[in-house]
């Protein structure tokens, strides 16, 4: 059976994202142990908060490197809200600029908008070859963030071969800013909203998402 595993190191909406990855059928785990991260056909990085303190409670379990080891071996990574902020090389939040996991090119700032956060549904301006996204074009997602990055750059990451591939940005317009609402790059997928509460529409993205793990091909 099909395994994947939440990564639990304190910062995120663990219990809905289980529950929805639970409802496909596939076998999921809550963990921080980096072995059974490493191992797992598909690994959920989760993420609620400040993006400094989001990147210290990662690094404390040693996420930032399963993630890379995860990516280096192209296995299926899905950064979701704060952790698809954090695979960016920097976040400016509460005056404090703090390093990303570097593996998207771009900062995460604030949104530019007269009612913030940006909380509700909305809808994407979907990349054409997104895989997420496949049969998805019209749907609406639910956001509820404060930041968001408002440009995605691909960039050489030591040790990691994304075999070729350009990064596919969906966009997203809240307010004055049009940021990107979701990145897919070779093993790399990250999302500003939220599947796991975006009704069918989200377990729909969940199961493209697992179309994509070699063992499904």
Known sequence: MTSIV???????????MLRAVDNLGVDVTLTSDYREALQADGLVVPGVGAFAACMQGLKSVRGDRVIQDRLQARKPVLGVCVGEQIMFQAGTEHEENAQGLGLIGGEVTALDADVVPHMGWNTLSAHPESRLLAGLGNERFYFVHSFAAMNADDVDVPNVDFSGESGRITWCDYGRSHFVAAYERGALSATQFHPEKSAQAGAQLLRNWINTFPSQG
């Open 6 to 16: 939440v990564f639990d190191y304190g910062f995120g909406n663990v219990r809905s």
